[in-house]
């Protein structure tokens, strides 16, 4: 059998090798150098209470489709439940949801919680409902044109109002891609709302897991999965990847290597002279990483009552309730550039403060105890023209042989985003089997969902 090392267990290493597993004739190895699988995406033991907590809390959307079939694949998927409604809190505690009409296709299926969310103004609404139906005429095919095109610049020539902005399209935006909504490329903002919003009925349901991440990973269909192995190279034969070095001294020889780690550590694994020859790593440096900020908040009474509320004022985007009386919560700030230096003490005076302001029976609220988790490398920023510097997954000509890359930053059509990780996992195993297994494509890559016919009548798809 051949034999496929996978080192990073975060969800790319973790869809590549699941992915590889499941067509048989091949050896997978998964090298983790932590003690969990699920990297950025996973969990921690907090040294205070050893409780298991979220790194930062993670949600996906049924436009997601590789991420649910990657549960689907490791059995996580009884781990999530689904909620029709999305639930946005103004500054003032006023809750008001985005929920489709059962049977309507998209984007109909929202028009009547639409025409009641009170948070926008009748002259609000109407701009969004502009901006949505120019989405759609431009469609999936159309988007890719504005990829070096602000979409700041697209929200004035569309004449959308800076307070729309603020209440609408910051939070949903700024959570779905970590970045300011004026300083992302229009393609990827506009395929947000197309794929979450406008293509299919169920594109914008809300997955949240029903506990810890690290509890989704904890039997994937993976035979050899190595925790704690610290790789200390990549052995190269001629120029082509043929094994791994474990800190140790042990060496896994193999007939193809992924490399699912992230990014700015690339040069740990591949030396200097080998990576002049593999456009891949020229122009990694041009990324620009955005930190993500997650605060564990523990209160003396129930503060939320509901899953999870988008907040529309800050500093805090999201909260999501993380147990059963709402006593604890999990805050998100994406786009976190501010934070990252600020002391622990004031964050959490902030985030008690907004808290007790924001929600309604929180005025009382006293804060017991709170961790901060600042992810510095959470994702890179999709500004305009970002895709130029995103490599692929499989090997140029020319290029270090048998050495596939991993990770939401390499191209994948989506952003930094678990779907993203996902796809770039399933692409790099499909180059692998092709390469390993030549004869018989194989595909892992899941289609996106089906359009419904209002999106069929209008743009480019």
């Given at each position: 059998?051949?034999?496929?090392?996978v080192?990073?267990?975060?969800l790319?290493?973790?869809?590549?090798a699941?992915?590889?597993?499941?067509?048989g004739?091949?050896?997978?190895?998964?090298?983790?150098?932590?003690?969990?699988?699920?990297?950025?995406?996973?969990?921690f033991?907090?040294p205070?209470?050893?409780?298991?907590?979220?790194?930062?809390?993670?949600?996906?959307?049924?436009?997601?489709?590789?991420?649910i079939d990657f549960?689907?694949?490791?059995g996580?998927?009884?781990?999530?439940?689904?909620?029709?409604?999305?639930g946005?809190?103004?500054?003032?505690?006023?809750r008001?949801?985005?929920?489709?009409?059962?049977?309507?296709?998209?984007?109909?299926?929202?028009?009547?919680?639409?025409?009641?969310?009170?948070?926008?103004t009748?002259?609000?609404?109407a701009?969004?409902?502009?901006?949505?139906?120019?989405?759609?005429?431009?469609?999936?095919?159309?988007r890719?044109g504005?990829?070096?095109?602000?979409?700041?610049?697209?929200l004035?020539?569309q004449k959308?109002p800076a307070?729309?902005?603020?209440?609408?399209?910051?939070p949903?935006?700024?959570?779905a891609?970590?970045?300011?909504?004026r300083?992302?490329?229009?393609s990827y903002?506009?395929?947000?709302?197309?794929?979450?919003?406008?293509?299919?009925?169920?594109?914008?349901?809300?997955?949240?897991?029903?506990?810890p991440?690290?509890k989704?990973y904890?039997?994937i269909?993976c035979r050899?999965?190595?925790?704690g192995?610290r790789?200390?190279?990549?052995?190269f034969?001629?120029?082509?990847?043929?094994?791994?070095e474990?800190?140790?001294?042990?060496?896994?020889a193999?007939d193809?290597?992924?490399?699912?780690t992230?990014?700015?550590?690339?040069?740990?694994f591949?030396?200097?002279?080998?990576?002049?020859?593999?456009?891949?790593?020229?122009y990694?440096?041009?990324?620009?990483?955005?930190?993500?900020?997650?605060?564990?908040?523990?209160?003396?009474r129930?503060?939320l009552?509901?899953?999870?509320?988008a907040?529309?004022?800050?500093?805090?985007?999201?909260?999501?309730r993380?147990?059963e009386?709402?006593?604890?919560?999990?805050?998100?700030?994406?786009?976190?550039?501010?934070?990252v230096?600020?002391?622990?003490?004031?964050?959490l005076?902030?985030?008690?403060?907004?808290v007790r302001?924001?929600?309604?029976?929180?005025?009382?609220a006293?804060?017991?105890r709170?961790?901060?988790?600042v992810?510095?490398?959470a994702?890179?920023s999709p500004?305009?023209?970002?895709?130029?510097?995103?490599?692929?997954?499989?090997?140029?000509?020319?290029?270090i042989?048998?050495?596939?890359?991993a990770?939401?930053?390499?191209?994948?059509g989506?952003?930094?985003?678990m779907?993203?990780?996902?796809?770039?996992?399933y692409?790099?195993?499909e180059?692998?089997a092709?390469?390993?297994?030549?004869?018989?494509?194989?595909?892992?890559?899941?289609?996106?969902?089906?359009l419904?016919?209002?999106?069929?009548l209008?743009?480019?798809?």
């Amino acid at each position: 059998m051949k034999r496929v090392v996978v080192i990073g267990g975060g969800l790319a290493g973790m869809a590549a090798a699941v992915a590889l597993e499941s067509i048989g004739g091949l050896s997978i190895t998964l090298l983790e150098a932590r003690r969990r699988l699920g990297g950025r995406a996973g969990s921690f033991q907090e040294p205070q209470t050893g409780e298991e907590l979220d790194n930062c809390q993670h949600v996906l959307l049924g436009c997601c489709t590789n991420l649910i079939d990657f549960y689907r694949r490791t059995g996580a998927d009884r781990l999530i439940r689904f909620e029709d409604a999305i639930g946005f809190v103004d500054g003032g505690g006023r809750r008001y949801e985005l929920r489709g009409v059962a049977g309507w296709p998209a984007p109909l299926h929202l028009g009547p919680s639409l025409a009641r969310f009170g948070a926008l103004t009748i002259a609000e609404r109407a701009a969004l409902v502009r901006a949505m139906v120019a989405m759609m005429r431009l469609g999936r095919v159309g988007r890719l044109g504005l990829a070096d095109v602000p979409f700041g610049q697209w929200l004035d020539e569309q004449k959308q109002p800076a307070s729309l902005v603020e209440k609408m399209y910051e939070p949903i935006l700024v959570s779905a891609l970590n970045e300011e909504s004026r300083r992302v490329s229009s393609s990827y903002a506009i395929q947000v709302f197309l794929d979450s919003l406008l293509a299919n009925a169920a594109g914008y349901r809300l997955g949240l897991p029903n506990g810890p991440l690290g509890k989704l990973y904890e039997s994937i269909p993976c035979r050899d999965v190595r925790l704690g192995a610290r790789v200390s190279g990549v052995r190269f034969c001629d120029g082509a990847a043929c094994g791994v070095e474990l800190q140790g001294g042990e060496l896994l020889a193999a007939d193809a290597v992924v490399l699912a780690t992230n990014y700015q550590n690339w040069d740990k694994f591949v030396p200097a002279e080998l990576a002049s020859a593999d456009e891949r790593f020229r122009y990694l440096d041009r990324l620009e990483d955005v930190p993500i900020l997650g605060a564990h908040l523990w209160f003396d009474r129930p503060v939320l009552r509901e899953s999870h509320a988008a907040l529309m004022s800050g500093p805090l985007q999201w909260l999501f309730r993380k147990d059963e009386e709402g006593k604890a919560v999990h805050g998100v700030i994406s786009a976190a550039r501010a934070w990252v230096n600020r002391p622990r003490e004031q964050c959490l005076a902030e985030f008690e403060q907004q808290v007790r302001a924001t929600l309604p029976g929180a005025a009382g609220a006293k804060l017991e105890r709170g961790v901060v988790v600042v992810e510095k490398r959470a994702t890179f920023s999709p500004v305009p023209g970002v895709d130029r510097y995103r490599p692929a997954q499989a090997p140029p000509a020319g290029g270090i042989q048998n050495l596939f890359l991993a990770g939401d930053y390499t191209r994948t059509g989506w952003p930094a985003t678990m779907e993203g990780a996902v796809r770039s996992g399933y692409l790099a195993a499909e180059f692998v089997a092709d390469s390993l297994m030549p004869g018989v494509k194989r595909r892992f890559l899941v289609d996106d969902l089906p359009l419904e016919w209002p999106a069929r009548l209008v743009g480019q798809w």
